[in-house]
Structure formats: structure tokens, C-alpha cells
């Protein structure tokens, strides 16, 4: 207590002599001064343009939802009672939503397309705007017996069709009378595989497209009489009046949960890498800081030499420090802030986000507050290594190590500032478990690393001598005290780590998508199959593809609504499981078990079942929903409420991407009920050609049937695949350029003593070639040790991703690994030799003098 008074008591002598001592600037703390400003300006920008996106989400709620609050219903439009109560809360605009085949007119070519059917209340909120710039109702009203539709360019663009062509959908001839340009709602509707086709409800009705089992939905948004009634209530009532209802309510206030969600997970993702490059800029902190006293050890022994107290110059240099770290974080902020009008400008298009200058304390703060507890963290060590040492060694030594001689209590003190790291990272995480991982993982490529230098230290003490000069210095230089192997090995190690992982990542995904799934995955998804029309498809698909193979079942939809009897929205459920919660689900019934499933635990039902409705759950997502055999599941379907025993529990291989369900029902539960099938085609090795003949000869046959091609589907997702890792890429670019910073920084620290050595060895008769070599063979072998735990280290973190998390096969890419070692040997070679270049040319006569 004593000696905190004491330290209290001598913060305003401290702040004076730190602030009189600093009139002689910044020099010595350029790196850590950009560490910091990368590190807390990734960290910033990323959190500002989240921020952006999420909070014009929440201020344009209205419009992004068209109305107030949202009905959705699945495959049947809202009964006489359920539309009298809805038309009784204000204006109501109806929209249906479905994917379909549309084809020119000649049916000489098809593709699918989102069609949206409107009535003439929409939008309630928002403006839709065509090219021709008119009203809504003309372009898509009935004019001369004919209804027009809007179509997006790609869709035209894949038809082959400019505005005045005419389509057929369904059964219905339309013609394209022009372009959407803005479809305010668009983000609510989620994500669309597909380009849109907006149709009246009057043209839809006359396609032939809705029918029994259909897989349409139907939104009912209002205009509330009373806006400042609250959305709860109007849920509680909903649910009260109409209990098996089935709906899916959502108000304004969250407009588009899924984007939302997305754009939080990913920039909690980006905001850790982000943290890694911050952490790799600590390395560059400690070695700025360790650089910054040893040319102060005159001083400090001046202030020791005059009765200055331990603490008295910690709390000088600390304060200094401080005050550096403020000016970087402030730097930062300024970037990082300018980030988010400069991606708004981007994205724009895409996405809600705002396109001026504005502020998000929440974010800045994290920022800097990150920014604030890694200069602390790393800085602690030295400072506690600088206070103990004694006036008469820091006077005579030319230099100081001893990072033994640091008391236990500074040892507590950073690890105290690492855990308020690694605290605020997860609070400020969606997902705190993922944070907590990333954290680990990174505090252990630390620790691993550091044995690395170790190690390649010891092996270049122990290595065999050799008549070579040249290499002889160089293994020298690796073990010698202050060499540049443990600074070089852990920020060039751990930047080539976070950027190798991230390109095997993104190379097993590509890779899948355009490989290893594709070649497993059916060529057609076929949907909407009505009953009446099963055996005739099925024979027109064997004609068109006679070594073809057709997988057919039923197929309907459902929403979880409770496991025994608890409701599924009060259940604390984790996020790799919410998925299944989220929204209506396929579902099956079957008299055997599907393909590419196996029993897991429990018994699989008699063919002639006929007991209590029973299903079978997949095995993972039950893990993860805390389900066991015998629990009960209540799912709405076409506004029934029905509820199954879990009988059993399958292993399920989603990634065949054959016809597969989360719950398949016994054939009972759902005996009578209206449905549609669903089916595939495996074709293996048909041409493009072949695929269309069958989409051609289907979608003429039977308009109503929606064939997805699968591979055009996996196609998008590598497209969104590929546009997602330049974000990635980006951010992780920011680890490597800090590494390569801490890199200078520790080339600039040691180059007194390097200038001591060439000196010294030009007067012995050494040339300047032979030392460029040893330099060289130096900053290689320095190189290949950092690739060599990157490469490994990435490898085990892309496997797991890959095979763990993502459940895909993985791949180690030779490619990856070639570029991992030429980037860390180009880097620590043409760095290492530029910041020693004026090693090289300095004269002997000066530095002689001084010896």
C-alpha cells in the first residue's frame, strides 16, 4: 500500500521529466508506432464498416421489409380468418416468391429465375424503381390480354432477350416490358441463386405454377394503423388467435436477420485477424521499446546515479510509451474510420450501407482499447528488465540483456494485460468460442514459435565448422546475444501462418466446389414434382438421359416449433445449430432409410408402421440441439401442428449433396397429406449440352417442374467464395506487412551492433561481397525456419477448418506452399539486406575511435 502511494505520489515529477525528455520527438519509434496504426486501423476499419451496414439495416428497417411487420406462410396462402384479422392491423401488400423456369417464348431455351408475384398495395415502404422509369402497375398490368414482367439484365442476358421479347412462365405468356433497377425489399427476400423475374399475383394465378405441395411463399406486410404498437404484441396475439397458424413473424426492427448475422460473423472474423496482425506487431512493440532503453541506459543511469527510485523510471518510460501508443492509435482511428465511406463506396450497390463519413464509438473504442493493451502487454518485460538493472552495468555495457533477472511480478502483470486481450476479444465476438480458439491458437503459435528460435539457434551453435567465412558468420549471427532469430521467426512466422491458412482455406473450397463435390453431387435437383406427374417426368427423364439415374421422394416443408413441448425460440441453442431452427425446413416420409445415411442409435420403423408419428433426426444437429432418442418434436406443416417421437438417429453425408433431410418422418405421420416431390439425376459425365437437352425436354413437358442445375449453383457459391477471400486477403496482407515491419525494426535495432562486427572484420581484411553472402545465407536460413512452422502450422489450422468445421475433404496444395516459402525468403532476404545495406558501407576510422 505504501509503495503505491509512493508511485502515486511521484506521477506529476514522472509526467514532467517523461514530457522534457520527449521534446527530442518520436525517433526510434517508427515501427511500433505503424504496428500500432495497422494493427488498431484493420481492427477499426472493419468494426466502422460492420457498424455501417448493420445500422442503416436497423434505420431503412421499414423499406428493407416493405411495412412494418411481415407474415410469412409456406405453400398456402393466410385463410378468410387469418386475412380478416392481418387487413384489421392496417394496409396489406401481398408478394409471392418462388423459383421457376422461365423460357423464350420459341422454347428453344430456359433458365431458372427468383419470380416475385406483387399486388397493387406494393411496396409499402421503399420505391421500386424499372427501366422505363413508370408506374409499377402499367408495366406489370394486363394490356391487350397480355401481362408484362420486369426482369433483372442477367436474366435477359441468359435468354438472349431485350424488353418487348416475350417469355413464357408456366403456362402463361408474358412480355418483358422492363428492367429492375431498385427492389427495396430485395435484402429481406434473402439471397437468390438466381436472377429476378416481378410478376403481377393476377399473372401468377394464371401460370399454373401454384398447386398442391408448391413451394411458394407467401409474405403478408402491413402498414400498421398504429406503427408505435409494439411487435411483440402483435405476436403474442397471433399466436394466441391462430395457434397452428404456422407464420413466420418478423417486424421492421429486424428486417434481414440472416445478412445481419452474416455480417456480424464476419467481421468478428476479420476483427481477429485483424488482432493477429496487432499481435504480430507486438513483437515489433518489445523490440522498439528494448531498442528505444538501451540508448537511454545513460540516462536512466543518470536518473539512478542521483537516488531515482525503480518505480520512478518505470512510470517515465511507461508514460512515454503511453503517449507514442495514443499518437499511433489516434492515427489509427483516423484510417480506420475513413475505411468504412471508402468500402460504402463499394458496396454500395450490393448492400445498405452508408456512403459519407461517419463515426461508431463502439467501434473506434474496441480499436483502440485493443490498440492501448497490446503496447502495454508488450512492453511490460522490457521496462521491468530496465528498472532493475544496476547504474554501474548500464553505464559500461554496451548493451543489455536478462530478461531472467525480470521478477515474477511483471511476468503477472503481462500475462494480466494478455487475458484483458484475449477478455475483450471475446465480449466483442458474436461467437465467443470461435474468439476463444483463435486466441489459443494464436498464444500458442507464440509459444511454439519462440521454441522454434530456440531451437534454430541451438542448431547453429552445434552446427559442424566449416572452412566457408561466409557461413561461418552467418550461423554466428543466428546465435550470437541480440540476433534477429527470435524476432524474425515469430512475426514473419506468425504472418505467413495467418496468410498460408487463409489461402488453403479458400484453395479446399474452390477446390470442392469445382472438384471433388461436383463430381459427387447429382447434375439436376428437380422440384415442385406434382403426384399426377411423377411417372411421366420420370419417363421423359430416361429418355433424354437413358444412363441417368433418378432418385425420387416426397418433399414438404415445416418450421421446428418445440422439442417436449418447449418452445424452440426460448431454447439457448448454439450457432452451429441455429440454422435448423431458422425458418421451414425440408422434410420427408419414408419407409426405409435414405441413401448416404446410416443408423447412428435407435431402431429405424417397420414398412407397415402405423403407431404414434415417429422421425428420425440427423445424428450431428441433434448433438448440437441436446436431443436424445425418445424426446418429442412438435413442426408446423401447412398449418398443422404435428408432433414426433425421435426414434433414431442418423449419420447423414451431406457432402454427396444427394436428397437428404434433417427429419425424415415415418409414412404415417403424413398419410393423405397434399405434397410435392422431389427429385434428382446423376448423369456422371454428361456435357453441358446433354444437361440442357434435359432442362429443355423438362421444362417444356412440365412448366411447373424448377430444375437446378447443379453445378450453375456451385458455381455462385465460388464466385461468392472468391469475393469473400479478398476481404480475407486483404486483412491478412496487414499481419504480413507488420512482420515485414518488426522485421526492420529488429535489422534497425541490432545494426549498432553489426556496424561494431563489419567494422572489425573489414580491418581484418574481409570484403564487402563476403559479407553481403553471410548476411545473406543468414536472413534464408531465418526464412526457411518461419516457412517451415508456417507451412506446418497453416496445414493443421485449414485441416481442421476444412474437415471439422466445414465437413469437406481436405487437400494440401503444393502451390500454397511454394508461394509460403517464396514470399518469407523474399522478405527477410531483400529486407534483412536492405536494412543492412548501410552496415556494409560504413567507414572503419569513426567506429575505431570509439573502441
Known amino acids: 500500500m505504501r509503495q503505491l502511494i509512493r508511485i502515486i505520489a511521484s506521477l506529476p515529477l514522472a509526467l514532467r521529466l517523461a514530457l522534457r525528455e520527449m521534446r527530442g520527438g518520436v525517433s526510434g519509434f517508427y515501427i511500433f508506432i505503424l504496428c500500432i496504426v495497422l494493427g488498431t486501423a484493420a481492427i477499426a476499419g472493419v468494426n466502422s464498416v460492420a457498424r455501417s451496414m448493420t445500422s442503416s439495416i436497423d434505420s431503412r428497417g421499414r423499406e428493407i ?17 387469418e386475412r380478416a384479422w392481418l387487413d384489421s392491423l392496417g394496409q396489406v401488400a401481398v408478394a409471392s416468391n418462388l423459383r421457376s423456369m422461365v423460357r423464350r417464348s420459341d422454347k428453344t431455351n430456359q433458365a431458372l429465375a427468383e419470380v416475385k408475384a406483387v399486388d397493387g398495395a406494393y411496396p409499402l415502404y421503399g420505391t421500386f424503381t424499372a427501366e422505363p422509369n413508370q408506374p409499377l402497375k402499367e408495366l406489370i398490368g394486363e394490356k391487350d390480354g397480355t401481362f408484362g414482367a420486369l426482369a433483372q439484365p442477367m436474366l435477359l442476358d441468359r435468354l438472349d432477350l431485350k424488353i418487348g421479347d416475350r417469355i413464357l412462365l408456366g403456362d402463361l405468356e408474358l412480355v418483358i416490358r422492363g428492367t429492375v433497377v431498385n427492389e427495396p425489399d430485395q435484402l429481406s427476400d434473402g439471397f437468390g441463386f438466381a436472377p429476378r423475374l416481378l410478376v403481377s399475383r393476377e399473372a401468377l394465378a394464371k401460370t399454373g405454377l401454384v398447386r398442391t405441395g408448391s413451394l411458394v411463399d407467401n409474405n403478408y406486410r402491413i402498414k400498421l394503423d398504429s406503427p408505435a404498437l409494439p411487435a411483440r404484441l ?56 528494448s531498442a528505444f532503453l538501451d540508448r537511454k541506459r545513460q540516462v536512466i543511469a543518470s536518473f539512478k546515479s542521483l537516488g531515482a527510485p525503480g518505480h520512478l523510471i518505470l512510470s517515465i518510460y511507461m508514460i512515454q510509451i503511453l503517449a507514442i501508443a495514443t499518437i499511433a492509435i489516434l492515427i489509427g482511428l483516423v484510417l480506420g474510420a475513413m475505411i468504412a465511406p471508402v468500402a460504402g463506396y463499394f458496396l454500395a450497390s450490393y448492400l445498405p450501407v452508408d456512403t459519407g463519413l461517419a463515426i461508431y464509438p463502439s467501434a473506434l473504442g474496441a480499436a483502440a482499447l485493443f490498440g492501448y493493451l497490446t503496447a502495454i502487454a508488450f512492453s511490460i518485460l522490457p521496462l521491468g528488465r530496465a528498472r532493475l538493472i544496476r547504474a554501474t552495468e548500464l553505464l559500461r555495457a554496451q548493451g543489455y540483456e536478462g530478461w531472467r533477472s525480470v521478477p515474477l511480478r511483471y511476468y503477472v502483470a503481462a500475462a494480466m494485460a494478455f487475458l484483458a486481450i484475449t477478455g475483450l476479444a471475446v465480449v466483442t465476438s458474436g461467437d465467443r468460442f470461435i474468439a476463444l480458439v483463435f486466441i489459443g491458437s494464436t498464444a500458442l503459435a507464440f509459444i511454439v514459435l519462440r521454441l522454434v528460435a530456440m531451437l534454430v539457434a541451438l542448431l547453429a551453435r552445434r552446427a559442424p565448422r566449416t572452412r566457408s567465412p561466409s557461413l561461418r558468420l552467418a550461423l554466428g549471427n543466428i546465435h550470437r546475444p541480440g540476433a534477429l532469430t527470435a524476432p524474425v521467426v515469430l512475426s514473419l512466422g506468425l504472418g505467413l501462418t495467418l496468410l498460408a491458412a487463409l489461402a488453403l482455406i479458400e484453395g479446399n473450397l474452390r477446390g470442392n466446389l469445382s472438384g471433388a463435390l461436383a463430381e459427387k453431387a447429382p447434375n439436376f435437383f428437380f422440384v415442385d414434382i406434382q403426384s399426377k406427374d411423377v411417372d411421366g417426368f420420370r419417363t421423359l427423364v430416361r429418355e433424354n438421359a437413358p444412363k441417368g439415374n433418378i432418385v425420387e421422394v416426397p418433399m414438404l416443408r415445416g418450421r421446428i416449433l418445440a422439442f417436449n413441448g418447449q418452445d424452440v425460440q426460448k431454447r439457448n441453442v448454439p450457432p452451429e445449430a441455429r440454422w ?8 420427408t416420409y419414408a419407409e426405409t432409410m435414405p441413401v448416404n445415411s446410416s443408423l447412428a442409435e435407435g431402431k429405424w420403423w417397420a414398412p407397415d408402421y402405423s403407431g404414434e408419428p415417429l422421425v428420425s433426426f440427423a445424428a450431428q444437429e441433434a448433438g448440437e440441439l441436446g436431443l436424445k432418442v425418445g424426446d418429442t418434436v412438435t413442426v408446423n406443416v401447412l398449418g398443422r401442428n404435428i408432433t414426433a417421437r425421435i426414434a433414431n438417429f442418423r449419420h447423414v453425408e451431406w457432402r454427396s449433396m444427394s436428397i437428404n433431410f434433417v427429419m425424415v418422418f415415418s409414412p404415417n405421420t403424413f398419410r393423405g397429406a397434399p405434397h410435392a416431390w422431389l427429385a434428382t439425376l446423376t448423369a456422371p459425365g454428361a456435357t453441358a449440352a446433354e444437361d440442357a437437352k434435359v432442362m429443355r425436354a423438362v421444362a417444356n413437358a412440365y412448366p411447373g417442374i424448377t430444375s437446378i442445375r447443379v453445378k450453375d449453383a456451385l458455381d455462385v457459391a465460388a464466385t461468392i467464395v472468391g469475393q469473400l477471400a479478398v476481404a480475407i486477403r486483404a486483412a491478412s496482407t496487414v499481419a504480413l506487412v507488420v512482420s515485414v515491419l518488426v522485421l526492420a525494426g529488429a535489422i534497425a535495432a541490432g545494426n549498432r551492433a553489426r556496424i561494431h562486427d563489419a567494422v572489425v572484420l573489414k580491418t581484418l581484411g574481409a570484403r564487402r561481397s563476403m559479407l553481403v553472402r553471410a548476411y545473406l545465407i543468414e536472413y534464408v536460413l531465418l526464412g526457411l525456419a518461419a516457412s517451415v512452422f508456417a507451412l506446418g502450422a497453416a496445414t493443421a489450422a485449414s485441416w481442421y477448418v476444412v474437415t471439422q468445421i466445414m465437413d469437406l475433404p481436405f487437400t494440401f496444395l503444393p502451390a500454397t506452399a511454394l508461394v509460403t516459402l517464396v514470399i518469407a525468403l523474399a522478405v527477410t532476404a531483400g529486407t534483412g539486406l536492405a536494412g543492412t545495406w548501410t552496415v556494409l558501407g560504413q567507414k572503419a576510422a569513426p567506429m575505431l575511435r570509439e573502441l
Open 65 to 81: 421489409l416493405a411495412g412494418d411487420i411481415r407474415f410469412e406462410l409456406k405453400q398456402r396462402e393466410a385463410s378468410a380468418d
Open 234 to 289: 402483435i405476436r403474442q396475439e397471433a399466436n394466441q388467435k391462430f395457434p397452428e397458424a404456422g407464420w413466420s413473424i418478423r417486424s421492421a426492427a429486424n428486417a434481414a436477420p440472416s445478412l445481419t448475422q452474416n455480417i456480424d460473423r464476419f467481421s468478428d472474423f476479420l476483427t481477429l485477424v485483424g488482432l493477429a496482425a496487432l499481435a504480430a506487431g507486438g513483437v515489433g512493440v518489445a523490440n522498439a521499446v
Open 580 to 587: 435448423v431452427l431458422q425458418g421451414d425446413r425440408g422434410i
